[in-house]
């Protein structure tokens, strides 16, 4: 069997938050991960559209920034940015 290289192999312990709601006319379904590999982050995964992103309570407030992680509308990410604050 052939051994592949890889740069990093670590396992960890990880708390997970499942969250859904709507906010707005828009549906949100959250998974929030947290570990110590990213301290003062949490992974916020949209289950919807698949996508991931590593944020804090100071990139969240950047204009234009969950709207290109996630793929949103500025209405949508302004909806979101309105409850992230409470589930980081």
């Known amino acids: 069997m052939e051994q592949h290289a890889f ?12 969250v859904s709601f709507t906010a ?12 110590e590999r990213f301290p003062n982050q949490t992974m ?7 996508r991931q992103a590593l944020l804090d ?9 969950l709207e290109h992680l996630f793929q ?3 209405v949508e990410a302004e909806e979101l940015r309105n409850y992230l604050p409470d589930l980081l």
């Open 7 to 18: 740069l990093e192999d670590l396992t960890q312990d990880t708390r997970t938050r499942f």
């Open 24 to 35: 707005g006319s828009h549906r949100f379904e959250l998974a929030l991960m947290k570990a």
């Open 44 to 50: 916020v995964i949209n289950l919807h559209k698949n």
């Open 57 to 65: 309570q100071d990139s969240i407030k950047v204009d234009g920034h």
């Open 72 to 74: 949103l509308s500025a």
